[in-house]
């Protein structure tokens, strides 16, 4: 199977029902694909990056990821750490942890040995050019740098998917196109699959593939080329 | 990163809130360990000169009941009546009877600057006349029968002559002296030569001499209080003491060891129950200062506890982080509690608000301590983990 994420009449509803947030949702990911999910805020795309991610679970449909039937699967946290990388809008950062331990909070929940684990944030804070800063605190960081430790963690057990909810969401947009270019440039060099949600077209544009989300179901999807410009 | 490096951050994280939470156990800890100190050193001491020595039971006037407690001298003395020494050598003739003691007990108001006093004794019915707490007993006995008295000698030797005293280690503190001084009783000068110990707080305050001396000093030549009787090997104590009184009816009355013991032991349980009254409400306390300020601790980390289980962190991690966190600051608490309980009881004794009470530390007023600690550590920790761990990523990363 080429597909990494196989999604089929999804439906999710909060408020005892009232709220669909997901209608009816049926999408296929291949593996090593770089995917943007657009939509208005309310449109149901960080419910479905949500479910794709198995921070929470569908009330119907079905839903594999990664090999993974999420319907089914009990140990959701364990498919999160060995498949997931996620990188919030808001980079939720630990505060009192410098640079290098944030990086290595994921690995904590694995079996990795100390120098191992460490070794291994080093080699990810290089590749996002932050080996001058491991011994910072976020606080003392720009919101670019921020995101890029986020990045630095999401990488850092080595998932197959990224998951990425407004990344740039917080961020100016001279420091938005570089978030996005380091993801996509990760997301070649690494061949993982990468999923952005957004709400900015121009930032939506840059994925191989946009997918515009209403109503909690998918109403358009379009390619993109590499430079940004819809086909 | 190693795990236990992210709890120790976490802890130094908001050290405020962290002192809150050690402060709240450590009163729990001090409050059992502190209180349990000054239980247990009274048990112990009562308990020391109710069953301890040699004596089995005392023989009083038998119009003299109530006051004695025990079998050893350290019963009461006030307002008694005397016991003529003669009785001694009758009842040592008693069958069933080892050894019988006459004892000479009196109260006097030393003072500690000089040394000068005038001796009281209870015979006359004054001498509680001063103030208690300043009171030193004075106690007339052979010297050859000190054993009987629980009476043993830490530091120099027994008088022998009627000039030397030997004094109580409380005594000796209280009024700074040590072997080879002198202390003048009733303007008469004695030679300190040598310092004993009971493990009785009350007799440890007091000072020994000859039985003739202290006759001769008080003017009750010929009396005692009591008299402290030892059975044979094989004679029931109990049934010895009952032949004596049938033997002297409304003379003579004895006073076992169990009857005193049973007296005191009702006493101490009163005393128990009210440091451990005291102890629970502190314990109650600490539980809830140390279950709301983590409580507040993991409401004011939602958000953080909602990216680790994001990023992989299973529920039985974040448990473990929150509970350990908690069980840390209680082994903080820990050393925290027992140098304030230590502390406010050295403090209080070397103030002498509490004469004679010499703190004994034991293993398992200790494991007390611990043990409040770590259910409190336990108990403070459990309920906000149980919820940090229950908490949905998906609601817990929406948290503001």
């Known amino acids: ?231 | 990163m190693k795990f236990s490096n992210l709890i120790l951050k976490n802890i130094f994280r908001n050290k405020s809130r962290s002192i809150l939470v050690v402060i709240g156990i450590a009163i729990g800890v001090a409050a059992v360990v502190g209180l349990g100190l000054v239980t247990d050193t009274l048990s112990e001491s009562t308990q020391n000169a109710l069953t301890a020595g040699a004596a089995d039971f005392s023989v009083i006037n038998g119009t003299n009941t109530g006051n004695n407690g025990g079998s050893g001298s350290g019963g009461g003395f006030g307002n008694e009546q005397f016991v003529n020494q003669t009785s001694v050598g009758e009842i040592q003739q008693i069958s069933g009877v080892g050894s019988a003691v006459g004892v000479l007990r009196t109260m006097t108001n030393l003072n500690n600057t000089n040394s000068t006093s005038s001796t009281s004794n209870s015979g006359s019915g004054s001498g509680f006349g001063g103030n208690f707490r300043s009171m030193t007993s004075i106690i007339g006995i052979d010297s050859s029968s000190l054993s009987m008295d629980n009476i043993a000698i830490t530091n120099g030797t027994v008088f022998s002559n009627s000039n030397q005293v030997i004094i109580g280690q409380t005594a000796a503190q209280s009024l700074n002296k040590t072997v080879g001084d002198t202390i003048i009783i009733s303007n008469q000068t004695f030679k300190v030569v040598g310092i004993y110990e009971t493990g009785n707080f009350m007799d440890d305050r007091g000072i020994v001499m000859s039985l003739s001396e202290l006759q001769n000093l008080t003017g009750n030549t010929g009396q005692v209080s009591l008299i402290l009787v030892k059975a044979t090997n094989g004679t029931n104590a109990n049934t010895l003491a009952t032949t004596i009184q049938q033997k002297y009816p409304n003379e003579l009355s004895t006073s076992t060891s169990l009857s005193g013991n049973n007296r005191m032991n009702n006493g101490l349980q009163v005393i128990s129950s009210g440091a451990w009254a005291v102890s629970l409400l502190a314990i109650i306390i600490g539980g809830i200062v140390v279950i709301v300020t983590m409580m507040k601790a993991v409401s004011e980390r939602t958000r953080e506890i909602g990216v680790l289980r994001a990023i992989g962190w299973s529920q039985k991690r974040i448990l473990t982080m929150i509970i350990s966190e908690s069980l840390v600051l209680s082994l903080i608490a820990i050393v925290v509690g027992l140098a304030i309980a230590v502390g406010i009881v050295e403090l209080i004794t070397t103030t002498h608000l509490l004469i004679g009470i010499v703190p004994s530390f034991s293993a398992l007023l200790l494991l007390k301590g611990i043990g409040v600690a770590l259910l409190l550590g336990i108990i403070g920790g459990i309920y906000p983990a149980y919820r940090a761990s229950r908490l949905s990523p998906t609601e817990a990363l929406r948290y503001e």
């Open chain 1, 1 to 231: 199977m080429n597909n990494i994420i196989e999604i089929k009449n999804l439906k999710k509803t909060y408020e005892n029902g009232t709220i669909k947030a997901l209608n009816g949702i049926d999408l296929e990911i291949k593996k090593g694909e770089s995917v943007s999910i657009i939509g208005p805020s309310g449109s149901g795309k960080s419910t479905l990056l949500n479910m794709i991610g198995a921070l929470d679970r569908a009330d119907e449909g079905n839903i594999y990821v990664a090999d993974n039937d999420l319907m089914q699967k009990k140990d959701l946290s364990k498919f999160r750490l060995n498949e997931i990388g996620f990188v919030f809008q808001l980079h939720n950062l630990i505060p009192n942890l410098t640079v290098l331990e944030n990086v290595q909070t994921p690995l904590i929940e694995t079996s990795i040995p100390d120098k191992k684990m460490e070794e291994r944030a080093l080699e990810i804070l290089k590749s996002v050019n932050l080996s001058d800063k491991i011994n910072q605190k976020p606080t003392k960081l720009s919101g670019g740098e921020r995101q890029r430790v986020a990045i630095a963690r999401a990488l850092v057990n080595h998932p197959s998917i990224i998951l990425a909810d407004e990344p740039t969401g917080a961020l100016d947009s001279k420091t938005s196109e570089i978030i996005i270019k380091l993801l996509l440039d990760i997301h070649k060099k690494e061949n993982v699959t990468l999923i952005m949600v957004t709400h900015e077209q121009n930032v939506a544009n840059m994925a191989e593939r946009s997918i515009y989300v209403l109503d909690g179901k998918i109403k358009e999807e379009k390619m993109n080329t590499p430079t940004g410009i819809n086909i």
